[in-house]
């Protein structure tokens, strides 16, 4: 199994970028997927997620309109576009891959299985 992040960097408050994040070695259609972020010395949270069936896409609080999640099961492909970024967003940005029962842990890292290494994104006022 393995899911390897890609997109993050360095921008500017208001700011966009994609973070994407390509699977393998598991069935990319039978799992919900996650994007997850981590500032040192803070919790691991949930930013956005999407159902295995693709229909029902989950946002943290935070996000508040700017970002989204999408995916592309042909190319076991998840997606993180984000736009007016702002400096609260540093973080590192991991991708997920799990079976979550409900609804809450849906947005809570204790419902996914695999993880990728993640990819650092740095915004600067």
């Known amino acids: 199994v393995q899911l390897v992040e890609s997109g993050g960097g360095s921008v500017q408050a208001g700011g966009s970028l994609r973070l994407s994040c390509v699977v393998s070695?598991?069935?990319?259609?039978?799992?919900?997927m996650g994007w997850f972020r981590q500032a040192p010395e803070k919790e691991r949270t949930a930013v956005a997620a999407i159902s295995d069936a693709g229909d029902t896409t989950y946002y943290g609080d935070f996000v508040k309109g700017r970002f989204t999640v999408s995916q592309d099961k042909t190319k076991r492909t998840l997606c993180l576009q984000m736009t007016d970024l702002k400096p609260e967003d540093t973080a590192m940005y991991y991708c997920?891959?799990?079976?979550?029962?409900?609804?809450?842990?849906?947005?809570?890292?204790?419902?996914?299985?695999?993880w990728g290494q993640g990819t650092q994104v740095t915004v600067s006022s």
């Open positions: 070695g598991f069935s990319y259609r039978s799992y919900c």
């Open positions: 997920a891959a799990g079976s979550p029962w409900t609804q809450q842990q849906t947005m809570s890292r204790w419902g996914y299985n695999y």
